[in-house]
């Protein structure tokens, strides 16, 4: 599927380089970045390169590119003990209306959090 983006979209901005990001890896259909807020050191966010709300309104191409990013990230930072994370809709938490997925590590010392 062409790629969407919509105005007012902080993550649609970040793709496009409207708004400064820490990149750790880029394909033709996503983009992935360190959290502005991370819950350990090295959590990041991988995002669709086109605009989704929730997870199943995105075309399964960019859907299927994400988990080998996830893995990638994981591997690059050595982990051993991590969650994946992805939130579809307010009561769920979700903050940011662009679909989004979380690699957030867990050291040892982060029991508690997150
Ligand atoms: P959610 O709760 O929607 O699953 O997670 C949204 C995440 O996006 C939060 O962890 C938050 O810290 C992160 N975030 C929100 N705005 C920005 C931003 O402008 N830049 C970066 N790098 N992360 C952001
Ligand atoms: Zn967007």
């Known amino acids: 599927a062409a790629a969407s983006f ?6 649609c901005k970040i793709v496009k380089g409207g708004i ?3 990149k750790l890896l880029e394909t033709t259909l996503s ?8 819950l350990a050191k ?4 991988i995002i669709p390169k086109s605009h989704a709300e929730k997870m199943h309104e995105l075309a399964d191409e960019y859907l299927a ?3 080998p990013i ?7 930072q050595g982990l051993e003990n991590y969650n994946i994370l992805q939130n579809n809709g307010t009561i769920a ?8 997925f979380h690699v957030i590590p867990k050291p040892n010392d982060s029991e508690g959090l997150g």
């Open 42 to 45: 090295g959590h990041a966010l």
């Open 70 to 76: 996830a893995k990638k990230i994981a591997k690059a």
């Open 93 to 100: 938490h979700q903050q940011v209306n662009h679909v989004h």
């Open 20 to 22: 400064p990001s820490y």
């Open 6 to 11: 919509v105005e007012n979209c902080i993550f």
């Open 31 to 38: 983009y992935s970045f360190l959290d502005i807020g991370p």
């Open 65 to 67: 590119d994400v988990m």
